[in-house]
């Protein structure tokens, strides 16, 4: 079992940098609003109770996932199988149905790519292609590695 850790765009980490500094504002914020209410002896209303449970939530399960997805994203081979861990979510290949592994020398991407042409793209760091690509060869001898371009 070899595992392989994801790889996330510059774009996902300027979005989670971004919208986790939004979240911690929105958490502080509403944390000084509620204070600011209380200090001045104002009764808050449902609305006012919903709307601040609603932000501080919101923000805090915003950042829960954007950790989990930074700690635990990866592939993992296995002997009939690779699973992506992204965060929470889990995706399973069965290594049966992947026809061959093809390097896209248009885009440099790695693809599964399976019997009915549909395809799996690969998100790993472009150093590991080869590491990658032997781990599931090993795995399973019928799937071929291919070059060329996506069609």
Do not use: H
Request: aromatic share 16%.
């Amino acid at each position: 079992m070899n595992k392989f850790k994801y790889n996330f765009s510059k774009l996902f980490y300027i979005v989670a940098g971004v919208g986790s500094l939004i979240a911690i504002a929105c958490i502080i914020l509403n944390a000084l609003r509620y204070s600011s209410y209380v200090q001045k002896g104002i009764e808050l209303n449902f609305y006012n109770y919903l709307s601040l449970g609603f932000a501080i939530v919101l923000s805090l399960a915003f950042i829960v996932i954007i950790i989990c997805a930074l700690i635990s994203s990866k592939y993992t081979v296995y002997e009939d199988k690779v699973v992506l861990r992204w965060g929470i979510i889990k995706n399973t290949v069965k290594l049966s149905e992947v026809k061959e592994i093809k390097f896209a020398t248009d885009n440099g991407k790695l693809y599964f790519i399976f019997e009915d042409e549909s395809y799996f793209t690969i998100v790993i760091n472009p150093s590991l292609y080869e590491k990658f690509v032997d781990e599931v060869k090993a795995k399973n001898s019928k799937i071929t590695y291919v070059q060329g371009t996506l069609e």
